[in-house]
């Protein structure tokens, strides 16, 4: 998990779902099972879920595993979403995430947002949030050496 100042985190969220007119900003952390929502504006989710969710509710595992930015405009046409439960369950409708990594360049999270609306993303807005993941990356601490 990401042992950042939560306050910190809440703050960028915030900021990015503000800048960028979105219903929900989220900041991630991915491990090999779980996507945990370290910091979010926006995100309500049911009470049973916490700060967690499985892989098949999960679009950020698609940024973290391709360790590239993730646009999508319509995820009812998009073909990486089409069996994802945040489309139907949670109404999800576009998203646009960025990876953050750690200092070894490894994506170890997400910096998003999301609409229950289609929605054409631009340049700016893809810029926003890789300068959040950035300046997230700085947040993360260095590995101790051993």
């Not at 370290?38 to 009470?47: E, F, I, K």
């Not at 700060?51 to 360790?67: A, E, G, K, P």
């Not at 930015?69 to 489309?87: F, G, R």
Request: net charge negative; charged share 20%; hydrophobic share 45%.
């Amino acid at each position: 998990m990401l042992s950042i100042d939560t306050n910190k985190l809440a703050n960028i969220a915030e900021r990015v779902k503000t800048e960028l007119l979105s219903d929900i900003a989220m900041i991630s952390y991915l491990d090999d099972s779980l996507h945990h929502i370290c910091s979010s504006a926006g995100l309500d989710l049911p009470l049973e879920s916490g700060n967690t969710l499985t892989f098949d509710y999960s679009i950020c595992r698609h940024v973290q595993m391709m360790n590239f930015p993730l646009v999508v405009e319509d995820a009812l046409t998009h073909p990486l979403l089409v069996d994802n439960k945040s489309i139907n369950e949670l109404g999800v409708l576009a998203y646009i995430g960025v990876p953050i990594r750690d200092a070894a360049g490894r994506a170890v999270g997400c910096v998003s947002a999301v609409q229950k609306r289609s929605r054409r993303w631009c340049d700016a807005d893809l810029e926003l949030l890789t300068q959040a993941a950035k300046e997230i990356e700085k947040l993360i601490p260095a590995p101790a050496m051993g």
